[in-house]
């Protein structure tokens, strides 16, 4: 039976790890393959990593990078950053990444969703939408290109489609909520699990156990991803890379999966 998934989410630029908020002023706050090395340590349900520079700059995955990751990482890593075409995602996943993540090029192809589910499996197919609210209105944008590009798409209209096309998973990035650490958006985060028949994932906002707890309570079978909260400690955000441990964890999963 599918569970919660409590989900650490790096972010890549100029081959640092760095934190965002709303999508802008990177803070750098340490190297990849040892944050990857302490999540391992610490028994992390699985591990997102997003190469925020691939896309904007218009350049090829970083290979060399993706391979020192998955030989270091011992729990399921989805990658993603600069995939355009089925061909690259097929050399991630040899290289022993077991999930790629699209965001742009799912938006400006959808086609592109089809071919690389075709070529990898659908179970390694991750969408990224990243949304921000419509100012006095429920709906919400999709954006592109780090939030840079705002596209002709509505978050709920995109996600019954991606689906269609052969998307594995869905992650919703709140452009809004990232690195506030105020708490996830809940409202958003309820209508894509109603609406979505895949496993959904929502980042963007997380700055304690307690937010974590309330969207699960909220969604049930869910991805929790967060940035912040796994890299940041304390009011004064100092740099350190934390996860629960399995007695909380599972407290914590417990207390609010009544399911």
Known sequence: MLRPRIIPCLLIHKNGLVKTVNFKSPKYVG???????????????ELIVLDIDATVNNVEPNYKMIANLAAECRMP??????????????????LGVEK?????????????????SEEIGRQSVVVVLDAKKRLLSKDYDVYTHNGIKKSKHSVFEIVSQIEALGAG???????DNDGQMKG??????????????????????????????DLI?????????????????GVYRAVLINYPKQAEKDDLIRANYPF
Do not use: W
Request: with cysteine.
């Open 100 to 116: 790629v993540a699209i965001s742009t090029a799912a938006v400006e192809t959808p086609h592109l969703v089809t071919q690389i």
């Open 31 to 45: 190297d990849p393959i040892n944050a990857v090395k302490i999540f391992n340590e610490k028994e992390s349900d």
């Open 184 to 213: 996830y958006d809940l409202e958003l985060a309820r209508q894509i699990k109603k609406m979505a028949h895949i496993p959904v994932t929502i980042l963007g906002g997380a700055g304690s156990l307690k937010d974590i707890g």
């Open 169 to 175: 998973e869905i992650v919703i990035n709140s452009i």
């Open 77 to 94: 890593l989805c990658y993603g950053g600069g995939i355009r075409t089925a061909v690259q995602a097929k050399r991630i996943i040899g």
């Open 217 to 233: 309570r909220n969604c049930g079978t869910i991805g929790a991803a967060a940035g912040s909260l796994f890299v940041f400690k």
